[in-house]
């Protein structure tokens, strides 16, 4: 059984980097083809992909926020983790880390998501 | 244009069929992923690539992509069905979204 589950502070201040944390479960992202992603949702609003990180440690990234972005395997086999500098009160949002089994596919299953917001 | 258009509200009456579509250029020629969403919760895998369900997802639901639209269809729409759904392709390993539909059973 595939899960995943997303940490991070809930309250950071305008100007400092947010750490995720997405910690799964019931697959390896050693496995060929696997893919670990992770999105956003500001409250009332459409889902945002953010970056996605591959088996082979490739790393993709939405093109409006690649410079703040970074993706990378955690210490752990089990964790991926993205940074995102400079917040600001606009990147108040849910956060979600979601399962790519094979490369081009869907995203199969999500993390329940971490709400993150960003204030002085 | 590489955005994905979809309607911003899809209403249905409890028993029929809700069509929720997803426009762009050419999209026949991209998988297409539907998602659903329900307040407080995470997105669901409903459809991939084009009209493949996942296990657990009812027969109901179904998926279709021709020419530049691709459409999810969920037969005898129920009251549970009710949800933000979301379309996605890959464009060159970047994940696009459409801008999400919501439906409303009524």
């Known amino acids: 059984q595939i899960t995943l589950k997303e940490s991070a502070p809930s309250l950071v201040k305008p100007t400092q980097t947010l750490t995720l944390t997405c910690t799964f479960s019931?697959?390896?992202?050693?496995?060929?083809?696997?893919?670990v992603g992770w999105f956003r949702q500001p409250p009332g609003k459409a889902l945002e992909w953010l970056a996605l990180i591959y088996w082979n440690d490739d790393k993709r990234y939405t093109p409006s926020l690649e410079k703040r972005l970074t993706v990378a395997k955690g210490t752990s086999k089990n964790q991926v983790v993205l940074s995102v500098t400079h917040m600001d009160p606009m990147d108040t949002a849910t956060y979600y880390c979601?399962?790519?089994?094979?490369?081009?596919?869907?995203?199969?299953?999500w993390g329940q998501g971490t709400m993150v917001a960003v204030s002085s | 244009s590489s955005e994905l258009t979809q309607s911003l509200s899809v209403s249905v009456a409890p028993g029929q069929t809700a069509s929720i579509t997803c426009g762009r250029d050419n999209i026949e020629s991209k998988n297409v992923h539907w998602y659903q969403q329900k307040p407080g919760q995470a997105p669901v895998l409903v459809i991939y690539?084009?009209?493949k369900r996942p296990s657990g997802i009812p027969e109901r639901f179904s998926g279709s992509n021709s020419g530049n639209t691709a459409t999810l269809t969920i037969s005898r729409a129920q009251d549970g069905d009710e949800a933000d759904y979301y379309c996605?392709?890959?464009?060159?390993?970047?994940?696009?979204f459409g801008g999400g539909t919501k439906l409303t059973v009524l």
């Open positions: 019931g697959f390896s992202l050693s496995t060929s083809g696997v893919g």
């Open positions: 690539r084009d009209n």
């Open positions: 979601a399962h790519r089994p094979v490369v081009g596919d869907a995203f199969h299953l």
């Open positions: 996605q392709v890959w464009d060159t390993n970047i994940a696009v």
